[in-house]
T-cell receptor, first 116, second 110 residues
């Protein structure tokens, strides 16, 4: 069983640029969630996708957007990058809609984004 | 709103010492509670969970009990090992998202 994979591993961008991060969910999982983990902080929920639709969003501005594809892989897009967007971006997949505790989320290794 | 507060680190212990990492939460209703671990250079891994009051989650010698009356979910281990060195996150799930604490870095000295 292949786990959650993310690409790229590291990325450096400058302010104002746009970035796309990618996530492949674990086999059999149809829900993908994205989190931002700033240095020394816990992950913050960005949004979740279920069956290609956004299903819940955290306190992030609209310049953070996403997609989920028919194979359940996902992209996170961030426009007009700001210095504070520098963080580790984590993707997590789960077997079904919701995080009731019975649908464990499996995390990828993350993409480290640095904005200069 | 929903939130998780956990003790600040770093926590430094000698091998075979007893570990407690405190965690309290604020939430409406009855969230599920988790402890995640992040080893250096790796992603988050679920360590243990509890889905209702008085449940005890356990894994790899770690335990935590869902205490509704004190809104707590403290992590304990009777005898830590050097390989337990990592960052530990307390978390709750509510409204289809996981809310994490800030994390506690644990260093175990041989």
């Amino acid at each position: 069983e292949t786990g959650v994979t993310q690409s790229p591993t590291h990325l450096i961008k400058t302010r104002g640029q746009q970035v796309t991060l990618r996530c492949s969910s674990q086999s059999g999982h149809n829900t993908v969630s994205w989190y931002q983990q700033a240095l020394g902080q816990g992950p913050q929920f960005i949004f979740q996708y279920y069956r290609e639709e956004e299903n819940g969003r955290g306190n992030f501005p609209p310049r953070f957007s996403g997609l989920q594809f028919p194979n359940y892989s996902s992209e996170l897009n961030v426009n007009a990058l700001e210095l504070d967007d520098s963080a580790l971006y984590l993707c997590a997949s789960s077997r079904a809609y919701g995080t009731s505790g019975n649908n464990e989320q499996f995390f990828g290794p993350g993409t480290r984004l640095t904005v200069l | 709103g929903n939130s998780v507060t956990q003790m600040e680190g770093p926590v430094t212990l000698s091998e075979e010492a007893f570990l407690t990492i405190n965690c309290t939460y604020t939430a409406t209703g009855y969230p599920s509670l988790f402890w995640y671990v992040q080893y250096p250079g790796e992603g988050l891994q679920l360590l243990l969970k509890a889905t209702k009051a008085d449940d005890k989650g356990s894994n790899k010698g770690f335990e935590a009990t869902y205490r509704k009356e004190t809104t707590s979910f403290h992590l304990e281990k009777g005898s830590v090992q050097v390989s337990d060195s990592a960052v530990y996150f307390c978390a709750l799930s509510r409204d289809d998202k996981i809310i994490f604490g800030k994390g506690t870095r644990l260093h175990i000295l041989p």
